[in-house]
């Protein structure tokens, strides 16, 4: 199911209009109270009409997930990503999960513009996702290669 054909109702609304005047000017100080229930839509319709990447945080893992799949729904699927937390705690000393730590990268990647993608991503991570360490941006773009079909490579 998809519902991006109903994000264009909102923009008829003077509170959201006055909303998004509010974000763009970037003054920081914007708060919206929204019940439950009007969340994924409200921000898919914030996502579409700003334009911009954006980090929607949660307390719980599991609501970054339930957050994630309203998401998709209302959002192209190729643009929202969940950014999941890793399956060991920070101070273990084991091996991560190999495909839990792909992910992460796969989002880290498209939030830092890697692939030169021009659609603004919309990534859902909880607190514990966070709290994990990555490194800094410069040095993850720095260590980033993008490899093409054709392309030659020394």
Request: with cysteine; charged share 20%; net charge negative.
């Amino acid at each position: 199911m998809n519902l991006t054909q109903l994000l264009h109702l909102i923009e008829e609304m003077p509170a959201y209009r006055q909303l998004v005047d509010e974000l763009e000017q970037q003054n920081g100080n914007t708060k919206v109270a929204v019940v439950e229930a009007a969340k994924p839509y409200l921000v898919a319709a914030l996502h579409q009409s700003l334009q911009l990447p954006m980090v929607v945080v949660t307390a719980q893992p599991e609501k970054s997930r339930k957050l994630y799949e309203q998401l998709l729904i209302w959002n192209d699927s190729s643009r929202v990503k969940l950014f999941p937390e890793p399956d060991t705690l920070p101070y273990e000393r084991i091996a991560s999960d190999a495909p839990t730590e792909q992910e992460r990268v796969q989002v880290l990647s498209t939030l830092a513009n890697i692939n030169g993608d021009t659609s603004a991503p919309l990534a859902v991570p909880s607190a514990p996702a966070l709290m994990q360490k990555t490194t800094p941006r410069s040095d993850f773009t720095s260590a980033c290669h993008s490899i093409k079909l054709g392309m030659d490579i020394e």
